[in-house]
């Protein structure tokens, strides 16, 4: 909890605003691009010129709120290229 604190004080140093206790329902994308251009909260609409996602374990809901895509392609250490690989596993201990 105390590194989480430490991030806070510096982020809030650097000119970052939290807000706390307020539920992301979606983003609204920026005049026909991919940007985000506000995040959309049970609260209401916050403008932003950018956005982070430090979501940890709800990342995969945040990808999809996105509309990021759902695989990817990777090269091996052979230089294959492996395609449509999920870009997410759950992985329960």
């Known amino acids: 909890m105390a590194s989480l604190k430490g991030l806070a004080v510096k982020a809030t140093r650097a000119g970052v605003r939290i807000i706390e206790g ?7 994308f920026g005049h026909g691009t991919r940007s985000v251009g506000a995040v959309l909260t049970d609260k209401g609409r916050i403008p932003c010129d950018c956005v982070v996602c430090g979501v940890g374990p709800w990342v995969r ?26 870009m997410w596993h759950f992985w329960q201990l």
Do not use: Q
């Not at 307020?22 to 609204?28: K, L, N």
């Not at 990808?63 to 895509?69: G, I, K, S, V």
């Not at 392609?73 to 290229?81: A, F, H, L, N, Y």
């Open 22 to 28: 307020v539920e992301v329902t979606g983003f609204e």
């Open 61 to 86: 809901d945040f990808w999809d709120r996105l509309e990021l895509p759902k695989t990817v392609s990777i090269k091996g250490r052979d230089g294959k290229v492996h395609n449509d690989i999920p």
